[in-house]
């Protein structure tokens, strides 16, 4: 069982910066996570994930470049973002999957630990 807790969420005006993180506490073999966002009305989408195993990171087209994710050790997860944007507003979820995958990993049926969320407003 994995244990997900999010903090660093705020409210910046568009053009600033935040850094979300993720403590992971708990035991299995984690062997990705992934940041998701979910504005209201919107589906649940992924953002940046990150390969355990190979460290490898993939982005969500719109945040490429200005989103950076992170890990430090096992304990914890971070999402850099800088150049926000009104439309980047949204409630911000981490996530971890310890079990095989392929294809597409920034959906939510890769995952299959959460945490609450914490929540990002940007004006304009």
């Known amino acids: 069982q994995v244990q997900l807790v999010e903090s660093g969420g705020g409210s910046v005006q568009a053009g600033g910066s935040l850094r979300l993180s993720c403590a992971v506490s708990?035991?299995?073999?984690?062997?990705?996570m992934c940041w998701f966002r979910q504005a209201p009305g919107n589906e649940r989408e992924g953002v940046a994930t990150?390969?355990?195993?190979?460290?490898?990171p993939g982005y969500r087209p719109s945040v490429k470049c200005r989103f950076t994710i992170a890990r430090d050790g096992d304990e914890k997860l971070y999402l850099q973002m800088t150049s926000l944007k009104p439309e980047d507003t949204a409630m911000y979820y981490c996530?971890?999957?310890?079990?095989?995958?392929?294809?597409?990993?920034?959906?939510?049926?890769?995952?299959?630990?959460w945490g609450q969320g914490t929540q990002v407003t940007v004006s304009a």
């Open positions: 996530a971890a999957a310890d079990r095989p995958g392929y294809g597409n990993v920034l959906v939510t049926g890769r995952y299959n630990y």
């Open positions: 708990g035991s299995a073999a984690i062997n990705r």
């Open positions: 990150i390969s355990t195993i190979s460290g490898e």
